[in-house]
């Protein structure tokens, strides 16, 4: 399986972005993705999950009502859309997946992803 994310750049404070990761070699239907991200001496974070049969979503507090997470299972794609976006969610933002039995099932904890894509770099200026 492999992960290649996209979209990434530098904006302006409030500003918006929308990035992309494409998934190979699996068949995306049955991965849980997430998108973390980490910030220049920082630990990575989750910052949201969605469940296969996109109906269960995971956000961290500090994104949650300005982030959303999609994706398009016929395009084996996970989408992050990032409004409102300040200096301090400027960071490297990679996308995971896991194979999940169960739909809702969301995962959150870096340890319980499989896969990881290099990562797409995000950097917001003031």
Partial sequence: VQLVE???GLVEAGGSLRLSCE???GIFSGYVMGWFRQAP???REVVAVMGWSGGATFYSDSVKGRFAISRDNAKNTVYLEMNRLTPVDTAVYYCAARLSVF???LY???DEYDYWGQGTQVTVSS
Wanted: glycine share 40%; aromatic share 0%; hydrophobic share 20%.
């Fill in 6 to 8: 996209s979209g990434g």
């Fill in 108 to 110: 959150v904890g870096i």
């Fill in 23 to 25: 998934m190979s070699g």
């Fill in 103 to 105: 739909g809702s099932t």
């Fill in 41 to 43: 001496g920082k630990e």
